[in-house]
């Protein structure tokens, strides 16, 4: 027999399709326990009660879970790992409704009530729907433009239900008089409902290891101080969040704000200061009693760097009174464990030592760049609400944004969006309206994230990052042991860590090339990069010279810093020799290469493991680089890139040629045979002068001839005689 009712632990929800649906996922046996089948309506009690819809959960059997999203959790008064009522219920039409807006910035006026068409609710929920608000425009541009941001990718509109007839659980139908409130309102003045959830965990991607750790520490010790009280222990006081901008910091402590009901206190660092004598320290006060006056309560300093550096490092006296008001501050919290300091920095390394003890900035939780299945689930928030083409794969899309922070992918979405906006620009009338029928066959295509992966540079990468090459294998004649050997030592490593540790093996740290000038080093690091599908920094060596004590030396260590936050990540040196030159031979400079060598073996090779970071490095001269580089360890690999025999000239010749109308008197096979001793570089330059020639002969030739090709090698010679190869013998 059927159950009444059952009691079940609240869990997120999964799936980003649920967000917003009103969907609850049950255990399939608890809804056989309960009578429920799919679809069913299912009335939801926590503190207070709300209505959902049941679907099954197959991910979830016997762990006695009810996954629900942010918007349902609040409505139901209960957060995540606490206990709600669960149990089969029915929906009654409303004969009449009684809403009003949230947003303080939206004034919706008309008849709104077909997009509550069978909606269910209760009396203190909050609702959400889609909405196209359609404000009175002006002309020109701000016409279009506003236009144009109604169809963008927008965030639901939320509604807070005032009242219900009867005061039951109800669905929307059409004998349903749904009331609006033209003003918005304070939901916290309303009888029963609930505070608004403007950021849950559902809204946050990847992360979840993080989300885990700032739950332990900032939402159980406000919700349930007594557990520490009972263990004899003090809660944390302080939890500092650090990391790349844009990783989701702020997005995290709002939402660990909302979902634990605390009183939310936001400070960005520089606003405290001020230009009066104690003024700074003062507004930190008033901060701190707000706090403790509305706990449970969360204080949020963003930026914290900027309040609190290191004292000894700073000239101004009021940024050291800040600093130690702060530091008292948070060593005097009358109510501990109901007040907690959220820090957000990403340059942790720049606070006051002091803040980073025991008791002030307890733990410290790194929020680092995501990884490929974290940029998915931050890509399908981005797009839950976009009118997407069919077949486009979010699983490719995230592959393709190495270096990607969330701030970046929602970035990327917004252009894929507004890539649509521009196509359609032609087709809006002059009153700035839009047909109905384009409105209906907006979609954003594959290509739309395509064109805008080439303007979204990633912003952890902005102050080094080259754009990926666009050089492929193909585009390298011959050469094709060279492009095994840098496939083995790059390429796999990134693509297939899985099986060197199989064979419990560590992959090669560096590569470097030697040869010649013009035979392909260059080139050859461009497509090992495209290939591997991996950021591409690229060193050129003498920039990083810096008249300046340290300053070379920094730069080293910034580009490591940086590969090993974006990784996986291809670091190129080109001209190493200029900067990694033996130490032995540098009596008449400032000791400055000595100093850049030092900090490239260690970096290369220190107590500091490089994760998915290779390193490939060119050279003419590899006579006069330091010893220390070349062992195993630091550059594994020695890989000579030679003067291209016949075979090799012949593909060279064919990949410069490819998109040239050749005549049919010219004999590529011939030319290669002609051209003993020429390398890469120089073929190309046959080939580029030919072209010219026969465009001076007559600029209306429709085909290039041998003859041409003759006279193009006559003048361009060789550019490395037989005596000046004899050093890379």
């Known amino acids: 027999m059927a159950k009444d009712e059952m009691t079940l632990k609240v869990a997120e929800s999964l799936s980003q399709k649920d967000i917003g649906q009103g969907i609850a996922r049950l255990d399939p046996n608890v809804m056989d326990d309960l009578g429920i089948h799919e679809r069913d309506l299912i009335e939801i009690v926590g503190e207070r009660k709300t209505a959902a819809i049941a679907l099954p959960s197959q991910t979830d059997i016997g762990l006695g879970v009810i996954r629900i999203n942010g918007m349902t959790r609040k409505n139901c008064g209960a957060s995540i790992g606490e206990e709600v009522t669960v149990k089969k219920t029915t929906a009654v039409e409303a004969k009449k409704v009684v809403l009003a807006p949230i947003d303080t910035n939206i004034r919706v006026q008309g008849d709104i009530s077909r997009l509550f068409m069978g909606k269910v609710m209760v009396q203190g929920d909050i609702v959400q729907t889609k909405i196209r608000t359609r404000p009175n425009l002006g002309s020109g541009f701000d016409s279009i433009f506003n236009n144009m941001m109604n169809i963008s990718p927008m965030p639901e509109l939320k509604f807070a239900v005032v009242s219900t007839k009867p005061n039951d659980v109800v669905i929307i139908g059409q004998g349903t008089e749904v009331e609006l409130h033209e003003k918005p309102i304070d939901v916290s003045k309303l009888e029963g409902v609930s505070n608004l959830v403007d950021v849950s965990y559902d809204d946050i991607g990847g992360l979840k290891e993080e989300v885990k ?44 704000a909302s979902e634990s009901d605390a009183h939310f206190i936001a400070i960005n660092g520089p606003e405290i200061m001020s230009k009066y004598v104690g003024g700074s320290e003062e507004n930190l006060r008033e901060y701190f009693e707000e706090a403790e006056d509305n706990a449970p309560s969360i204080i949020f300093i963003d930026e914290l760097d900027a309040i609190a550096p290191k004292r000894e490092d700073t000239q101004g006296e009021a940024e050291r009174r800040t600093v130690a008001q702060l530091l008292t501050l948070m060593d005097g919290l009358k109510s501990r464990g109901q007040v907690v300091v959220i820090g957000a920095t990403n340059r942790p390394d720049s606070l006051d030592q002091a803040l980073r003890r025991p008791g002030r900035f307890d733990r410290e939780i790194e929020i680092g760049v995501p990884d490929q299945e974290e940029r998915k689930e931050i890509l399908e928030i981005h797009t839950r609400n976009m009118p997407l083409e069919e077949g486009i794969d979010l699983t490719k899309l995230a592959n393709s944004t190495h270096g990607f922070v969330g701030a970046d992918l929602e970035s990327l979405c917004k252009e894929a969006a507004m890539r649509v906006v521009r196509r359609i620009i032609p087709d809006i009338k002059n009153d700035g309206e839009i ?75 560096g590569t470097l090339l030697y040869g010649v000038p013009g035979t392909g080093k260059t080139l050859l690091a461009k497509a090992v990069a495209n290939e591997s599908e991996a950021n591409f920094i690229s060193v050129k060596g003498p920039e990083l010279l810096s008249k300046w004590v340290g300053e070379s030396e920094a730069g080293i260590r910034e580009i490591f810093r940086k590969a090993k936050q974006t990784a996986p990540t291809v670091i190129f040196f080109d001209e190493i020799d200029s900067i990694a030159s033996s130490r032995s031979n540098q009596d008449g400079d ?123 090698i006559e003048k361009v010679k060789p550019s490395k005689s037989e005596s000046d190869m004899v050093q890379y013998m």
């Open 435 to 509: 047909p109905e029928e384009v409105l209906k066959e907006l979609v954003v295509k594959a290509e739309d994230f395509k064109a805008a992966l080439k303007e979204i540079q990633p912003s952890a990468l902005r102050e080094v990052l080259v754009e990926v090459p666009n050089v492929k294998w193909d585009d390298i004649g011959g050469l094709g042991e060279i492009k095994q050997e840098l496939k083995e030592a790059v390429e796999w490593p990134l693509k297939y860590p899985e099986k060197f540790q199989k064979f419990g093996i560590r992959p090669p740290k």
């Open 213 to 256: 750790k700032v739950r332990e520490m900032i939402e159980i010790p406000l919700k349930n101080p007594e557990l520490f009280e009972r263990l004899g222990i003090a809660p944390p006081k302080g939890v500092l969040m650090h990391g790349p901008p844009g990783t989701g910091k702020t997005l995290l402590a709002k939402a660990v």
């Open 590 to 712: 400032s000791g400055v290469t000595k100093r850049v060598v030092n900090q490239l073996l260690t970096e290369m090779d220190g107590l500091e493991e490089l994760e998915d970071v290779a390193i490939i490095a060119a050279t003419n001269r590899p006579d006069i680089i330091d010893a220390g580089l070349m062992r195993p360890g630091r550059f594994d690999r020695h890989i000579k890139v030679d003067v291209p025999n016949e075979e090799g000239r012949l593909a060279i010749f064919k990949v410069h040629t490819q998109d040239m109308p050749l005549a049919d008197d010219v004999s590529l096979e011939r030319l290669a045979k002609e051209t003993e001793g020429y390398v890469g570089a120089d073929i190309e330059a046959v080939c580029r002068e030919a072209a010219m020639l026969t465009l001076r002969d007559n600029m209306d030739s429709e085909k290039v001839s041998n003859k041409f090709f003759k006279e193009a």
